[in-house]
């Protein structure tokens, strides 16, 4: 099992260093501009079954990228809900106390109003096992339709998702920490899996 894990492109949000959560904000020109070069350098490895966010920036950039496959989307794979400081950025926060309480905190305190970290790991394991059981079964459809030989391949497996749920899922599955697996815009990593946990990695 190979999983491919990719962030989506940029949006007006990402370029203007915002938190963008649940704000559901379309790729910027910059961040369609971004993923189709990447395509072109062939940066991204195909995969024979494709996951995502149900927000747009993640749907989009599915489109872009594996325009072949129709991806399916996992509800709990939304970003992080940062609550008071939604589409805000550093200049727009850096007079709250409660921003600088959060940064003195290393980003574990819980966002105002918004989602503990505790409770987004939770989420995306939860969207993680959804996942999971879906695959499961396009699999079973595949080996009824085209044979046993198909058990026998290296399933690659696509996650076109947000940095937050990149972070969430491979601190889980991983050997390092939340803040070790950040991931630029139309950026990520390519896991082989052993038992659902990462054996090997390597960035794209």
């Known amino acids: ?3 491919v894990f990719i962030r989506h492109g940029e949006t007006r949000a990402n370029e203007e260093h915002r938190y963008l959560g649940k704000t559901d904000e379309s790729l910027s020109k910059r961040g369609i501009e971004g993923l189709l070069f990447f395509r072109k ?29 129709s ?25 709250d106390i409660r921003y600088q309480e959060w940064i003195d905190s290393g980003g574990i305190l819980d966002f105002p109003e918004g989602e503990s970290r505790v409770d987004f790991l939770r989420r995306c394991e939860k969207g ?20 046993k030989e198909i058990e026998k391949r290296i399933v690659r497996v696509g996650l076109i998702v947000h940095g937050g749920t990149i972070m969430a899922l491979l ?33 794209i």
């Open 1 to 3: 099992m190979i999983l």
């Open 71 to 95: 991806p399916i989307v996992i509800p709990e794979w939304e970003e992080m809900d940062f609550g008071q400081f939604e589409y805000k950025n550093y200049e727009d926060l850096k007079k």
């Open 41 to 69: 350098e062939n940066r991204y490895p195909e995969v024979d079954y494709l996951f995502t966010s149900p927000m747009r920036r993640c749907i989009e950039s599915a489109e872009i990228l594996y325009p072949m496959l």
């Open 128 to 147: 993680f096992q959804r996942m999971r059981a879906q695959l499961r079964k396009l699999i079973e459809e595949d080996v009824k339709e085209n044979g």
């Open 171 to 203: 601190s889980s599955h991983g050997k390092n920490e939340y803040f070790d697996y950040q991931a630029a815009n139309g950026r990520g990593y390519l896991c082989s899996m052993e038992g659902w946990k990462i054996k090997e990695m390597a960035e």
